[in-house]
């Protein structure tokens, strides 16, 4: 089979019916207040979904966080965020005797990325099996770490690398909180080369935003100067830490980094000589990751309905329908 598979996938139904609307309705009133409802309504139907049975604040190494408890037994920390309150005031009565206002972000943050990871589809093309490693690079609070945690099962292992510290003191308190003990984490920027890089950093409705690139943020407009500082963190190699862990074999890899994909890729040379597979969700370079993959001998295919996700494999990818 030849080393290169390239489709372009359709755009969904909802993304179609969204791109309509931006082209044809005139920017003001009517677009803003569409575009408002519509959000605000599908957040808070998906937080409407969540059993949860209880919330409040906790303290996490001198600092308080917000906290979810599910009828699963999850508990869930993140940050707060007060972008949601029009998203709180429309739910029913019932949650809101359960959830307090500042936990709001963290429900959300739950449910798309443990119940409903459609949104970028990590795992359309790959099941994790029990037994498998999964390496997971930009974990954020571990929300999709719990998911991977039990597809891998007792007899796997899930890998995760956080940059941000404050996001990684989230992603260890919610491994602890849950007792994923094959779950291994690491406060690490991977990136080509080793050496201590300086990361832009933004506090915004979704927690800390990070990139090693200041003009990653130029696209948001609500993002100003005075929003934006800067943290210095350590990094290595994706070989450097398969070395220094001793993880002796990876069998998928997952990227959800700000447009850092292809440097990680470049210092991964002996990673992707392994019969492994890829998901690189929201990424940039394309052109120069195509060619890293196929040097590597990848199958993959490229997803563009909601933000360009690359999966590839070196096994045959799974037919999602």
Known sequence: M?????????????????????RYLPEGGPKDWLRQKYTVSERTAKVEQ???????????????????????????????????ENDYAQLDQAIKDVL????YFVAYDYYRSYVDTSIF????????????????????????????????????????IEAHPENH???????RE?????VRTLNRAVSNTDGDLEFYVTTGASGKTYSLKRENFDEFDEITEDMISTITVEGLTLDGIVDDMEIESVDYLILTVNMEEANILRGAFRTLQKDLDLALVACSELSAIEEILAEHGFEYTIDEAFAPVVYAS????VDPD
């Not at 849950?178 to 094959?182: A, E, F, I, S, V």
């Open 2 to 22: 030849s080393s290169k598979l390239i489709k372009h996938m359709p755009k969904s139904a909802l993304s179609f019916v969204r791109g309509t609307a931006a």
């Open 178 to 182: 849950n007792c994923l003990d094959n």
């Open 314 to 317: 070196k096994r045959g990818l």
């Open 100 to 103: 307090i206002p500042e936990a």
């Open 169 to 175: 003191r989230l992603l260890e308190a919610n491994v």
């Open 50 to 84: 969540l059993d949860i049975v209880d919330s409040g604040f906790g303290t996490i190494e001198g600092e308080t966080y917000p906290y979810i408890e599910l009828a699963n037994g999850h508990v869930f920390y993140g940050y707060t965020s007060d972008e949601y």
């Open 121 to 160: 589809d990590q795992i359309k093309y790959y099941d994790p099996k029990p037994g498998d490693t999964v390496v997971q690079v930009g974990p954020y609070h571990g929300h999709f770490t719990t998911k991977l945690s039990h597809m891998v099962g007792e007899e796997g292992t899930v890998v995760a």
